[in-house]
């Protein structure tokens, strides 16, 4: 079986339940919201639709601006791909117009 859209070779497997729960414990949402939704005042949103893992990765291990970064020792490699699991399961709000989906 081929693998969903969403996921490429650089993407890794990740739970998007436990995501969720890092997304919470970790701090995330306190700027990113708990629906990874974003706020000018806080922090970009985040999804539904994230950038690609790879860019994700790279922010989040050596951040510009005012985000603190997350090293693997503070956020090991399989929990990021959680996180990242965590963002990609966030669906497109209803009553999106279908040209923002």
């Known amino acids: 079986a081929a693998p969903p859209a969403a996921s490429s070779p650089q ?17 995330c949402y306190q700027c990113h919201g708990y629906e990874a939704q974003g706020a000018t005042t806080t922090g970009p949103r985040l999804a539904p639709r994230p950038i690609p893992f790879a860019a994700v990765s790279r922010y989040v291990r050596r951040p510009t601006g005012q985000m603190p970064p997350y090293t693997v020792k503070v956020l090991p490699d399989a929990e ?10 966030v669906p497109v709000p209803t009553g999106t117009p279908a040209l923002l989906k």
């Open 80 to 89: 990021l791909a959680d996180i990242y699991a965590f963002l990609q399961s």
């Open 11 to 27: 993407t890794p497997a990740g739970n998007a339940a436990n995501g969720r729960k890092l997304f919470a414990t970790i701090g």
